[in-house]
C-alpha cells in the first residue's frame, strides 16, 4: 500500500540539491514506518487516515526544502553528537520577553548578560498572537505563525535565533498543542459552525456527556471555572482544562495532528532548537479515565518527534508533566521527550527546606532519578507556575509521612500560616472542596529574604546548588540569580489579578542587576556564590550527563549523592548538603568508604576526610575524591 518510497514519490520540490534530497530520503525511510505505525494504532486504518498520513509526508518534504541551510548544518551537527544536551556546559534561563527585556529586540540585547551568566538555552515564554488582556501568560494561542505584536514580529523572533545561536545558546520557546485560544482562526470558525473545525474541538450539545467525563477528570484551574467545560454564547459546551478562553484541540481527529505538525514544523524553521511540549498529559481524552496520560497521549507524542527526525532532526522536546512520578517518567525517550521538567525534585527542594529533613529528597535522588540513555532532565528551583506538590504519597508513607497532612503542612508553611516560617508565598488555585492547593512566588521570597530572615541568601545558593549538581540542563528563573523579590502588584494589572502566579513573575529587576558585583548586597551575594557554582561545574567533566550513585549522610538534615567520573576516571565527586539550620556533621564512620583526601571544587581547597565533615547551616561542598586504579 503506502510504503515510504511509493509515499516520496512525486514530492521532491525542484529546488532542493541531489545530496540533499539524499539525506532527507534516509531519514524518511527510516522513520517514517514507525510514524506510520503510530498513526495507525492510534486512528486505525482507513481512506482518511492514510490520507492524512500521505499529506503528512507531503508536508514534511515541503518543510526540509525550505529550510534554512545554516538550520540544517545544525541539523548535521546534533545528529552526530546526539548527547550535546548532557554537557556540564549546559545552562537554561526562563524568562517572559516583555517583562524581562521589553520585547525580542529587547531580548536580543541581553545576550551579552546571558554569556556573562554562561547560559547556553534560552527559554523565552509564550511570545505567539493571543488574546489581549488575559492569554494566560501566552498560553493561549491564536496563531501560531504570528508573533504577539507588542513583543516584535517573526522576523524579529528569526533574528533572536540567529543571534543566540551565534552566541552558543539554544532556543526554546512552548509548543501548545493541547489547547489554542477561543480567538484561533480554528476556534472562530468552528464557533460560526464550520463543520471541518468544529471537529477540531470537543464540542457537545449538552451537558449530558461532559458531566460524564467530569466524573473521574481532575479540575485544574477550579477558580477560573469549575469542571473542564464552559459553556459556548449558542447553548452548546467545550472542552477547556484550563481558563475559559483555551479550548482543548480534539486529538481523535487524524486533521488535528497533522494540522499541529504543519504548525510545529514551521516553529521548527523559524530556528527553535527546542519545544517545551506544553500540558502534554492532557492531550488524549476517554470517556471513565482521568483523561490524562493516557497511551495515546504517549503515542502521540512519539509521532511528533518522527515528525520532527524527518524533517527538522536537531530539534529536541521538552516534556511539561506536572503529574505523578511515575507518570512524568514515562513521557522521557530518545523517541518520545528527550528532555523532562523534574517537578519532583524542584517540589522537594521546597519541602526539604521547610521541614529540614532531607527524607523524601534524599529518596527522590535514589529511586527515581535515574533516566533512560540519550535523555536529560531540566532540573530548576521553580518556574513560572505555580509548586504543586507532586510527590507520590506511596513513597512518602515508606518514611511514615502523610502525604495529604503533609502538603497541607507545606501549603501552610509557604503562604506564611505556619508559625516560625520565612516563606512569603501566595496560594494558587486553593481548592476548598479538595482541600488542594499550590503556591506562588519568587524563590528568594519563598526561602526568605523578603522576611528578612538571616539564612535566606544560603537557602537561595543551596537550592540551586542542588540544580547544578545533579546533572541535566539547570534552568534558572531569571532575575532569581539576583534575588528578585515577589511582585505584589499583579493584582492592578489587566487580567492577572485573578491568577497569583503573577506575583511570581516580576519585571526585570534592574536594580538587582545593578547591584550583582557588590558583595555587600543580597543580589551582590547570590549573583556572586552562583556565577562561582556555574563556572565550577562547566569545568568539573563529573557533572557530565545526569548519572547519579547514592551517598546516605547518615545525618537527617544532609543530603547527598556522587557524580561518578565518565570513562576510565576512578574521580567522584560527592555532593553534600546541610538543609538544616544547624552546623552539621557527617561522620568519618559514614565517610570511611571514600579515601582520606578530598579537594572541595566550590573553594578550591584541599580537605582531609578522616574526622568526619562539619557543615555550616545551609552550606555544602562538591567533593572529588580519586580512588586508587
Ligand atoms: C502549562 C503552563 C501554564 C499554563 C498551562 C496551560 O502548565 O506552564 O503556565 O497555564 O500549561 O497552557
Ligand atoms: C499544568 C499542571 C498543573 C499546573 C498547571 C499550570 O499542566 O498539570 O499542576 O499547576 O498546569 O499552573
Request: charged fraction near 25%; glycine fraction near 8%; aromatic fraction near 10%.
Amino acid at each position: 500500500m503506502s510504503s515510504s518510497a511509493e509515499l516520496l514519490t512525486g514530492l521532491r520540490p525542484e529546488r532542493v540539491p541531489d545530496e540533499d534530497w539524499r539525506a532527507f530520503e534516509e531519514r524518511f525511510h527510516a522513520e517514517f514506518p514507525r510514524l506510520q505505525a503510530l498513526f495507525l494504532r492510534v486512528y486505525g486504518d482507513s481512506g482518511e487516515v492514510r490520507e492524512q498520513l500521505r499529506r503528512l509526508a507531503a508536508d514534511a518534504a515541503a518543510s526540509w526544502a525550505d529550510r534554512d541551510p545554516e538550520l540544517k548544518r545544525r541539523d548535521a551537527l546534533r545528529v552526530e553528537d546526539p548527547e550535546w544536551f548532557q554537557s556540564n556546559r549546559m545552562l537554561g534561563g526562563v524568562c517572559y520577553a516583555d517583562r524581562y527585556a521589553g520585547n525580542l529586540a529587547g531580548l536580543r540585547d541581553r545576550i551579552p548578560y546571558f554569556r556573562e551568566l554562561g547560559m547556553t538555552y534560552l527559554h523565552v515564554m509564550p511570545l505567539f498572537l493571543a488574546p489581549e488582556e488575559n492569554s494566560d501568560g501566552g498560553y493561549a494561542v491564536s496563531s501560531y505563525r504570528e508573533v504577539n505584536p507588542a513583543l516584535g514580529s517573526m522576523d524579529d523572533l528569526r533574528a533572536l535565533a540567529a543571534d543566540l545561536r551565534e552566541a552558543g545558546i539554544s532556543l526554546v520557546v512552548d509548543f501548545i498543542f493541547n489547547h489554542t485560544s477561543n480567538e484561533h482562526e480554528w476556534a472562530r470558525r468552528a464557533l460560526a459552525g464550520d463543520p471541518e473545525h468544529e471537529g477540531y474541538y470537543w464540542i457537545f450539545p449538552d451537558r449530558e456527556l461532559p458531566d460524564a467525563y467530569e466524573q473521574t477528570v481532575r479540575e485544574i484551574f477550579p477558580e477560573d471555572h469549575p469542571g473542564s467545560f464552559v459553556q459556548l454564547p449558542d447553548g452548546r459546551w467545550i472542552w477547556a482544562t484550563f481558563h475559559t478562553f483555551q479550548w482543548d484541540l480534539n486529538y481523535r481527529n487524524p486533521a488535528v495532528f497533522r494540522a499541529m505538525a504543519r504548525e510545529m514544523l514551521f516553529l521548527a524553521n523559524v530556528g527553535i532548537d527546542i519545544l517545551r511540549m506544553d500540558a502534554v498529559a492532557f492531550i488524549w481524552k476517554e470517556l471513565g479515565t482521568p483523561c490524562e496520560s493516557l497511551p495515546e497521549a504517549h503515542l502521540l507524542l512519539q509521532a511528533f518527534n518522527a515528525v520532527c527526525r524527518i524533517a527538522a532532526p536537531s530539534m529536541l522536546f521538552k516534556s511539561e508533566a506536572i503529574v505523578h512520578p511515575d507518570e512524568v517518567i514515562q513521557y522521557i525517550s530518545p523517541q518520545e521527550c528527550q528532555l523532562s521538567y523534574n517537578p519532583l525534585q524542584m517540589a522537594l527542594l521546597w519541602s526539604t527546606l521547610a521541614t529540614r529533613d532531607v527524607g523524601l529528597l534524599q529518596q527522590a535522588l535514589d529511586r527515581r532519578h535515574a533516566l533512560p540513555a540519550g535523555t536529560a532532565w531540566v532540573n530548576y528551583v521553580r518556574s513560572h507556575d505555580d509548586i504543586g506538590w507532586t510527590f507520590a504519597d506511596e513513597d512518602a508513607a515508606e518514611l511514615g509521612i502523610n502525604g495529604y497532612d503533609h502538603r497541607r503542612f507545606l501549603n501552610a508553611f509557604y503562604v506564611n500560616r505556619f508559625p516560625g516560617s520565612f516563606a512569603r508565598g501566595v496560594p494558587f488555585q486553593d481548592n476548598p472542596r479538595t482541600g488542594d492547593c499550590r503556591i506562588s512566588g519568587a524563590t528568594a521570597s519563598l526561602a526568605g529574604l523578603e522576611a528578612g530572615d538571616p539564612g535566606a541568601v544560603d537557602r537561595i545558593v543551596l537550592m540551586h546548588s542542588v540544580v547544578l549538581s545533579t546533572g541535566g540542563i539547570p534552568l534558572l528563573y531569571l532575575g532569581d540569580e539576583v534575588g528578585q523579590l515577589n511582585d505584589y502588584g499583579y493584582v492592578f494589572e489587566p487580567g492577572h489579578a485573578d491568577d497569583s502566579r503573577w506575583v511570581g513573575r516580576p519585571r526585570y529587576p534592574a536594580e538587582a542587576y545593578a547591584d550583582r558585583g557588590d558583595p555587600s548586597t543580597p543580589a551582590g551575594r547570590i549573583f556572586q556564590r552562583l556565577r562561582r557554582l556555574i563556572e565550577v561545574r562547566s569545568s568539573t567533566p563529573e557533572f557530565w550527563d545526569g548519572a547519579l550513585v547514592p551517598f546516605h549522610s547518615n545525618n537527617p538534615q544532609v543530603l547527598g549523592y556522587q557524580r561518578p567520573g565518565i570513562g576510565a576516571e576512578q574521580s567522584t565527586v560527592v555532593v553534600l548538603a546541610n538543609f538544616g539550620d544547624r552546623r552539621e556533621h557527617v561522620n568519618e564512620v559514614t565517610l570511611s568508604g571514600l579515601p582520606s583526601e578530598a579537594v572541595e571544587l566550590v573553594s578550591g581547597k584541599a580537605v582531609t576526610l578522616s574526622a568526619g565533615i562539619d557543615l555550616p547551616p545551609h552550606g555544602f561542598v562538591w567533593l572529588r575524591v580519586v580512588r586508587a586504579g
